[in-house]
């Protein structure tokens, strides 16, 4: 466990950065990961000994401390809201904060506490989540310049590394500097919905996810009515996705059951797909489990 962060005047917001990003390296070494791959922050909790819950309470998520932590995490929110939450209590448990219990917030207002707590550990919930030279390669190998890419460029990224897409370019902003605070601004007056709309052409609140044919490491998850467009000409293998349609930039499946399958990109570019139940309350563990009723 790393120690607890002691009690401050103020917010010296550098020196937290600097804390959290060491924390969130050691913690994804402790996992058995690199330091450049996308990863499911709920298998990490799970390899760490702090079980996962998803919980139908009006809350954002709970730490609860002792000889047997767990973390729970509203299944009201957003999936990568949640991913975000889970590794916000995650930062709780390393920091030793012991048992909190964290409201439910603007995603913007979220980001910005200024408690010296909440600070520490949303950095750290980023930095575990994109670490910075991940981040990077991610970029590159899709050939795309983090200070030009397109709304849906960078939706793509969030999408692999399981966040939401302002908590993406929040991150770029001002958690590693790597693009200006204008830029920014920018690209968040774009939605996860009007950038679904630009590239499938309809006005669904469904979310919508990215897998293209730079999707590295991690699974691919997804709740039962997401759309995932992959792109054109790739094979889903199982019952869970159905297809949807096409569009300019690829194919369009929908989740439409839960359970465990594959989808393949091309030129033996697989990957194993996993579906839960939307609104699942119980173990994360479990979140995939089929069925026969959906």
């Known amino acids: ?3 607890q ?3 401050i005047g103020c917010v010296d917001k550098k020196a937290l950065t600097q804390m959290a990003m060491k924390a969130a390296v050691k913690t994804r ?3 058995g990961l690199d330091q450049i791959s996308p990863a499911c922050i709920f298998d990490l909790c799970e390899k760490l000994g702090v079980p996962v819950r998803f919980t139908d309470i009006n809350m954002e998520g709970m730490y609860s401390g002792g ?16 991913v975000f939450t889970c590794g916000h209590e995650l930062g709780h448990h390393e920091f030793g904060h012991g048992t909190t219990i964290d409201e439910m917030k603007e995603e913007a207002a979220a980001l910005k506490d200024e408690n010296p707590d909440e600070f520490l550990v949303n950095a750290f919930s980023s930095f575990v989540l994109m670490p910075i030279i991940g981040l990077r390669g991610a970029f590159a190998r ?5 200070h030009t890419a397109t709304p849906a460029q960078m939706f ?6 399981g966040v939401g897409y302002a908590t993406l370019v929040t991150h770029l902003a001002y958690g590693v500097l790597e693009i200006a605070v204008g830029r920014a601004r920018e690209l968040l007056k774009a939605t996860p919905k009007s950038i679904r709309k630009s590239l499938l052409g309809d006005d669904s609140a469904d979310p919508l996810l990215i897998v293209d044919p730079f999707w590295l490491a991690k699974p691919i998850d997804a709740e039962v009515g997401t759309s995932i467009l992959l792109p054109a000409g790739s094979a889903a293998g199982g019952d869970i996705l159905q297809p949807a349609g096409t569009c300019a930039t690829g194919d369009i499946y929908k989740a439409v059951r839960p359970g465990l399958g ?12 996993r579906v839960s139940k939307r609104g699942y309350a119980g173990l994360a563990r479990y979140r995939h489990m089929e069925d026969d009723d959906v």
């Open 156 to 161: 793509a990224v969030a999408n692999n590394f």
């Open 67 to 82: 000889e047997a932590p767990r973390i729970f995490v509203s299944s009201q929110r957003p999936l990568a809201r949640r």
């Open 142 to 146: 899709r050939r795309t310049d983090m």
């Open 5 to 7: 962060l002691k009690s």
């Open 262 to 273: 594959r989808v393949g990109l091309g030129a033996g570019n697989e990957h194993f797909v």
């Open 29 to 31: 070494a402790r996992g």
């Open 1 to 3: 466990m790393i120690p």
